[in-house]
Each structure stands twice: as structure tokens, then as C-alpha cells.
Nanobody, 123 residues
Framework: QVQLVESGGGSVQAGGSLRLSCAASGDTIRTYCMGWFRQAPGKARQGVALISGVGTTSTANSVKGRFTISKDNAKNTLYLQMNSLKPEDTAMYYC?????????????????WGQGTQVTVSS
């Protein structure tokens, strides 16, 4: 099992940047697909960015060119660098892990979830 704890959320103005971190414990993230998901009030949870066990990344079209997912296996930590933030990026952001080293955008495929960190972007 893996436990996930997010940090780094906050309130920023449009155009600003934030870096989210997700510290994992209990197992190495090296063999998991790791992902960032977000959920705005009244909306379904959706994938933002994924990174496979070997480091292959995928990014949702809505954030492509602005958000970058990365991980540090030695620190067992996942990151999401968010630049050029927009008000529509406002949501609770969750870190998730899937017990496979390849990734899918299906939310229900992820076995482990963090508690979430709030990101609020004002115009």
C-alpha cells in the first residue's frame, strides 16, 4: 500500500504559478503510475497529468503547455508545476497512484488517493 500527502496549494492571481508536491510513503512510486487529478465544485473528477513508472508523461489538453508533471524516485515524491494559471484551474487537486507501471485516464483505475490540496485562481 502507498500513502499520499499533497501540499503546495493556495490562492494566486491569474497568470501566476504554483508547484504541488505529493509525498508518498509505504511503497516506492517507481513501480506505480502516478497522476494528478482535479475536481471543481459540482463537476466530476478529471485527470490533469500522468506519469508512468518509467517516466512517460501525458497531459490533459486543457493544461498542455502550462502544467508539467514530474517525479523524484529517490525522494518518493510527485510534482505538478503549474504556470500561467487561469480561473478555470480552480479546483481541489488530488494525487493518485495506480498499481501498474502504465497509465490510464480512468479515475476508477487508481487505487490510492491523497486528501487533496485546494488551488484557487482569481481573475
Amino acid at each position: 500500500q502507498v500513502q499520499l500527502v499533497e501540499s503546495g496549494g493556495g490562492s494566486v492571481q491569474a497568470g501566476g504559478s504554483l508547484r504541488l508536491s505529493c509525498a508518498a510513503s509505504g511503497d516506492t512510486i517507481r513501480t506505480y503510475c502516478m497522476g494528478w487529478f482535479r475536481q471543481a465544485p459540482g463537476k466530476a473528477r478529471q485527470g490533469v497529468a500522468l506519469i508512468s513508472g518509467v517516466g512517460t508523461t501525458s497531459t490533459a489538453n486543457s493544461v498542455k503547455g502550462r502544467f508539467t508533471i514530474s517525479k523524484d524516485n529517490a525522494k518518493n515524491t510527485l510534482y505538478l508545476q503549474m504556470n500561467s494559471l487561469k480561473p478555470e484551474d480552480t479546483a481541489m487537486y488530488y494525487c493518485a497512484a495506480r498499481s501498474s507501471d502504465w497509465c490510464t485516464w480512468q479515475v476508477e483505475s487508481y487505487n490510492y488517493w491523497g486528501q487533496g490540496t485546494q488551488v484557487t485562481v482569481s481573475s
